[in-house]
């Protein structure tokens, strides 16, 4: 039993010293219907530039919602205000129609890297700006976006 325990206690801290939750954030969407025009702001505050960090987005969505995929713009403001435009597929449901992430039958929350081992350039303020780019004027069925900031320790 000490042996178990032992064992336990040994993952959770190798596990731990890997990466380090560094900002996280999410907004609830109104109604459930993210409207194209409605863009959510995270301020990540970079203190040290010196480490690499992993960054996902997080999203929430009913198995109402229409699609088996999502596209977003994300703008990220520099401290220095140069804009960097990007555009991110989120996969919501595979092949063949079964929903993907983790949660109950009706809601899945989803983890999507959008940036591995990023050194940021700078210290300061980074905007990130998330914007749905689908075709459709409404999303229904998408409840929550996030984003998440890791700093990985070497």
């Known amino acids: 039993k000490k042996l178990v325990l032992y064992f336990i206690l040994i993952v959770l801290v190798v596990f731990s010293s890997c990466s380090t939750n560094y900002y996280e954030k999410s907004y609830e969407i109104k109604e459930k219907k993210w409207s194209s025009d409605e863009i959510f702001q995270f301020n990540v505050e970079i203190s040290d530039n010196s480490k690499p960090y992993n960054m996902y987005i997080n999203i929430k969505n009913s198995t109402d919602y229409f699609h088996s995929n999502v596209f977003l713009f994300v703008n990220v ?75 990985i320790k070497n």
């Open 77 to 151: 403001m520099y401290p220095d205000n140069t804009v960097y435009r990007d555009t991110v597929e989120g996969e919501l449901a595979d092949y063949r129609g079964q929903w993907l992430g983790k949660g109950n039958s009706n809601y899945k929350t989803n983890k999507f890297l959008y940036k591995r081992n990023v050194f940021f350039p700078s210290t300061g303020t980074y905007v990130f700006a998330i914007q749905h780019a689908m075709r459709d004027e409404f999303l229904s069925g998408i409840l929550n976006i996030g984003l998440e900031v890791e700093k």
